[in-house]
């Protein structure tokens, strides 16, 4: 691709090229820039920066990781929760807080067996993790996440409707080249992007016809453009790992909806056997007597949210092939069967049947495995190219670690950059590669742990969830991303 400049004009080399400004590439574009290094930046797709995307849950380890990347971040992200999910008290001064007869009651989602008996049960409110791990959690929408983290960026750090189409390593650089001007792009593992009607889809469409073309060179690039990483499958095709450049179906999907109206008998019900007055449970039957095993592994999720309506989610461990091409009408029922198959109580099947499949979603999870059985650990990092988020190690949202993970990627990554742009710059290749290879060796088996856990932790007991919560949230801030203590 040719440069739309003039190419006898001398071209800006960044220190730093950072793809994709979702929170990961922002959070680490803001610790490179803490940390002196001010010649980044930022490149997304967007055409605009949209209010798209959904809840997020950062927990303590993705909080701790943020806190050390910029006290700011923490700060302005902690503002952006969620009413209920923010600190009781400022950041600062958490774990002092108010006199306990003036908080609000702490809140627990409960999981229960298909008999009403609580198996398992988390706090949802900042205050109860804080205590427990010394640092919080809070519910913050995407958007919100993304905005507040933009905000302390000098705005020309961060530019949008760049996408990337190409990356070439050359002479002690790399180039990205990019189009502008195609309108927005759709992302087919995005389910905000799936739930558009095909006229939207249409409409968003990648058109390259009229689009402007340009090109970006800088020493080093850090791949943070999500699921459906360009770099990440140009890479791979690449290296003849073409069977990995792509997100993986990982067995599992969700069926959505929320239920408008629901008859008083039937909340009655569910209110006396199984909610019991909580805001949010999951149900499941992990019994051994199932016909069908793997059904152990559905999740039914109730969120009441007044006393006629009722959100859920169903995760189940369905085919591929057993909703690709479905109508919503077969998806409902693929839905309602599923559950009758995992033997849960009439009263389940009943409440999901009154979904109107107009409103109904469909959510598939896919994931970037960490390893595999035959090729051991894949590659994040080629010559002066890496990944990080989840352009690197996408996973479901079983355990809500996908962004909390990436944070701890963008305090690792950044905290090896920040040490080696001083003492060797970023002219050698041999340093580079040093220094990205420290980071995957550091990051790589615990995310690989953390992916494990994502897919087993369905059927764990309450023992077996705090003994891996302890591991996961313990750790301190700077210790393990300096000395590598991940295990």
Known sequence: MQDDNDSMAPRHIYDVLIVGAGPVGLATAIALHKRGIHNILVIDQTHEFRNV????????????????????????????????????????????????????????????????????????????????????????????????????????????????????????????????????????????????????????????????????????????????????????????????????????????????????????????????????????????????????????????????????LLYAPFKLDAWQHKSLTQILRLGIDTLLNAEFPPIFRTLVGLSNPEKLSLRPFFIHPVNTQNNGHLPWCHGRVTLVGDAAHAMPPFMAQGVNQGFEDAAVISTLIAQMIPAHGLEQDTTITTTLEKYEHLRQPFVSQVQTATMDCHQWTQAQWDTFNEKLHRRAYPSFVTLGELN
Not at 138 to 165: E, G, K, M, Y
Not at 240 to 261: D, E, H, M, N, V
């Open 53 to 312: 995307g959904q809840g997020l849950d950062l927990l303590p380890n993705g909080l701790r990781a943020i806190k050390y990347i910029a006290s700011e971040a923490y700060e302005n992200i902690t503002k952006a929760a969620f009413k209920g999910n923010q600190p009781l008290e400022s950041p600062s001064q958490a774990g002092d807080g108010p006199d306990k007869s003036t908080r609000p009651p702490k809140s627990r989602w409960r999981q229960i067996n298909v008999q009403g008996e609580t198996t398992r049960s988390i706090p949802t409110d900042f205050q109860s993790w804080f205590e427990r791990y010394g640092e919080g959690r809070i519910n913050v929408s995407w958007f919100n996440l993304q905005t507040a983290l933009r905000s302390l960026l000098p705005p020309d750090l961060v530019q949008a409707n760049h996408r990337c189409v190409h990356v070439e390593e050359e002479a002690e650089r790399v180039r990205i080249d990019v189009t502008s001007d195609v309108g927005h792009s759709t992302n087919p593992f995005a389910h905000w992007e799936m739930m558009q009607s095909k006229a939207e889809t249409a409409t968003l469409a990648q058109d390259h016809r009229g689009a402007d073309h340009k090109s970006f060179y800088a020493k080093l690039v850090i791949a943070a453009d999500g699921i459906n990483s360009t770099i990440r499958q140009i890479l791979y095709n690449q290296q003849g790992l073409k069977r990995w450049a792509k997100p993986q179906y990982s067995g599992f999907a969700a069926i959505s909806s929320t239920i408008q109206g629901v008859p008083s008998s039937i909340m009655e019900d569910l209110a006396t056997q199984y909610i019991k007055g909580d805001f949010i449970i999951t149900v499941h039957n992990n019994s051994d007597e199932l016909d069908f095993p793997e059904l152990k592994r559905l999740r039914l999720i109730l969120i009441r949210l007044s006393n006629n309506t009722v959100a859920y």
